[in-house]
């Protein structure tokens, strides 16, 4: 069974940087597209970032320059580094793990952008 466990998420001013990392484990890491959803007060759940098991990214367009999402095979960890965070990141931040009929969650990881 995958298990995807996310931490380092918390309390940040605006203008400044957070990483987030996924922990995969319970399946072999490598095949699967990993993702950072997020989902804000009152809002659906929106895609954040995407990389392949080729290594191919994708960014929603309001992090486009901000965020860069990684991983690493070796340690079965996905990473989302972001920068320049804004107030209107603030959200829960979800790792997914997908692959051909398989779609896993994480229990998600609180971000708050405030002064």
């Known amino acids: 069974q995958v298990q995807l466990v996310e931490s380092g998420g918390g309390l940040v001013q605006p203008g400044g940087s957070l990483r987030l990392s996924c922990a995969f484990s319970g399946s072999s890491f490598a095949i699967y597209n990993m993702g950072w959803y997020r989902q804000a007060p009152g809002k659906q759940r929106e895609l954040v970032a995407r990389?392949?098991?080729?290594?191919?990214?994708t960014y929603a367009d309001s992090v486009k320059g901000r965020f860069t999402i990684s991983r690493d095979n070796t340690n079965d960890t996905a990473y989302l580094q972001m920068n320049s965070l804004k107030p209107e990141d603030t959200a829960v931040y979800y790792c997914?793990?997908?692959?051909?009929?398989?779609?896993?969650w994480g229990q998600g990881t609180q971000v708050t952008v405030s002064s």
């Open positions: 997914n793990a997908a692959w051909v009929r398989w779609d896993y």
């Open positions: 990389i392949s098991n080729g290594g191919t990214t």
